[in-house]
């Protein structure tokens, strides 16, 4: 089970734009949740009492998610009090390893011309965390994506599927998150190569689901 100093995200709606924001459990007293947010500027005015969120705390062996409503949300200090709606769902964590990196990515629907660039902010064996400055359309949720690494001086072209959008409150960026869908036999040896230079620059974590 969790306990404090775990990882939250809160998901939620602005419109039709889905936002998360992140923390940490800081208290618990079910069916009352405190978070201390890592985005306390944005927080009052995107997050008013009575707003329903989607919570999720990385605890123990896995991930527990629940509805929850917003109580209040102290902009000074970037705390959180949600009422948890029922109980929590879990769901295991994948067994890949997470590893924080800071890398030029390239990315556009498979068999498209036009290429956007981002920011490769975390990655695994199994998919990534990308940064993109500005909202982005794209016609599928295929793509083909290429790491451009400058320590290993390397350009790593894997196919990913989009499995999570989210829009940056603090800025005027997005996070998307992939996973690998295919790559060749050199594309495999290529990336272990990457992956390799960036678990040898940190401690890892599980990647959350």
């Given at each position: 089970?969790?306990?404090?100093?775990?990882?939250?995200?809160?998901?939620?709606?602005?419109?039709?734009?889905?936002?998360?924001?992140?923390?940490?459990?800081?208290?618990?007293?079910?069916?009352?949740?405190?978070?201390?947010?890592?985005?306390?500027?944005?927080?009052?005015?995107?997050?008013?009492?009575?707003?329903?969120?989607?919570?999720?705390?990385?605890?123990?062996?896995?991930?527990?998610?629940?509805?929850?409503?917003?109580?209040?949300?102290?902009?000074?200090?970037?705390?959180m009090i949600v009422s948890v709606n029922g109980s929590?769902?879990?769901?295991?964590?994948?067994?890949?390893?997470?590893?924080?990196?800071?890398?030029?990515?390239?990315?556009?629907?498979?068999?498209?011309?036009?290429?956007?660039?981002?920011v490769c902010r975390d990655i695994s064996a199994g998919?990534?965390?990308?940064?993109?400055?500005?909202?982005?359309?794209?016609?599928?949720?295929?793509?083909?994506?290429?790491?451009?690494?400058?320590?290993?001086?390397?350009?790593?072209?894997?196919?990913?599927?989009?499995?999570?959008?989210?829009?940056?409150?603090?800025?005027?960026?997005?996070?998307?998150?992939?996973?690998?869908?295919?790559?060749?036999?050199?594309?495999?040896?290529?990336?272990?190569?990457?992956?390799?230079?960036?678990?040898?620059?940190?401690?890892?974590?599980?990647?959350?689901?």
């Amino acid at each position: 089970m969790f306990r404090t100093g775990d990882p939250v995200e809160i998901h939620f709606k602005l419109g039709n734009t889905p936002v998360a924001l992140r923390g940490n459990l800081v208290q618990m007293a079910r069916p009352l949740l405190g978070v201390q947010l890592t985005d306390p500027p944005v927080c009052e005015g995107s997050m008013k009492p009575g707003t329903t969120v989607l919570i999720a705390i990385s605890g123990g062996t896995g991930v527990y998610t629940s509805e929850a409503v917003v109580q209040r949300c102290d902009m000074a200090s970037g705390q959180m009090i949600v009422s948890v709606n029922g109980s929590f769902r879990f769901q295991q964590r994948r067994q890949h390893e997470r590893y924080r990196c800071d890398m030029q990515v390239r990315l556009r629907v498979v068999g498209d011309t036009e290429w956007i660039s981002g920011v490769c902010r975390d990655i695994s064996a199994g998919g990534a965390r990308i940064y993109l400055s500005q909202e982005f359309v794209l016609r599928s949720n295929t793509l083909e994506v290429v790491f451009i690494s400058s320590a290993t001086q390397q350009a790593v072209r894997a196919v990913a599927e989009i499995v999570r959008t989210s829009k940056l409150l603090n800025d005027s960026g997005w996070e998307i998150g992939v996973r690998f869908t295919e790559m060749n036999r050199m594309e495999k040896i290529q990336f272990a190569r990457l992956l390799q230079h960036w678990a040898s620059l940190q401690q890892h974590e599980p990647v959350q689901s």
